[in-house]
């Protein structure tokens, strides 16, 4: 992930300042935990997770969580 390029943020102004909107999801994003396996700065961690979508045919328990780097909504 270190070597992997990503656009940069279309929600960031001058000097890397988050816009209101992109400040209202960082709060919400971390309110809700999502921090706690998407770690910065590459926002993915090593673990697998139960996050509640396991089935029973699984070949491994929990889930990898992806990174979310370059992703912007």
Known sequence: LKTIPFVPSP???AGGVLSASAQRGEALF???GCDTCHRAPHYTSEGAYKVGLEGEFDAY????????????G
């Open 11 to 13: 929600h960031r102004g």
């Open 30 to 32: 971390r309110a809700k």
């Open 61 to 72: 328990p929990g889930f990898n969580p992806p990174t979310l780097r370059g992703v912007y």
